[in-house]
């Protein structure tokens, strides 16, 4: 028998996870509105733990232009919010011709309730070719409160 002692995988290497686009580099983002100190950056980016926020109240919509067709096999959606108990909607769809159609990828609620219940991450694995937009919209509180949209994190890859 023949055999090689091996030095064992480094952990940084297992946990690096996917590629996640540099959507910085690759689209341009168009947002409904955005709170001072919680730009859309800090929730695309990952530098700021504060996320993205809605300057208003109501339904709010993040969509992502990117200068190239891109090919999306996973799609990581982080929302938080530990103050309000509400019924947030999202939709999420993506455009094959520049955002002139889209084509719904999902539509899912959410019930926060703090303490408790104040995370929901959202990880869909999709196969989608030349993806020209990918919109979210965001109903904070399907029962008409004053809650604000908001969005930890977008990752795409």
Do not use: H
Not at 65 to 89: C, G, H, M, Y
Not at 140 to 155: E, F, Q, T, Y
């Amino acid at each position: 028998m023949r055999k090689r002692q091996i030095s064992p995988t480094p952990a940084t290497v297992l946990s690096s996870g996917p590629a996640w686009l540099d959507v910085e580099r690759i689209a341009l983002v168009e947002v409904t509105s955005e709170e001072d100190g919680y730009p859309i950056e800090s929730a695309l980016i990952g530098e700021e733990n504060r996320g993205w926020r809605a300057a208003n109240s109501g339904t709010q919509t993040i969509r992502l232009i990117f200068e190239e067709p891109q090919k999306l096999r996973r799609i990581w959606l982080v929302f938080e919010d530990s103050e309000n108990a509400r019924t947030q909607e999202f939709v999420l769809r993506w455009s094959p011709d520049s955002g002139n159609s889209f084509r719904e990828i999902v539509r899912q609620q959410w019930n926060f309730s703090p303490p408790d219940s104040v995370r929901e991450i959202e990880d869909y694995a999709v196969e989608l070719s030349a993806v020209t937009a990918l919109e979210l919209i965001i109903v904070p509180d399907k029962n008409g409160g004053a809650a604000r949209a908001s969005l930890a994190s977008l990752r795409l890859a």
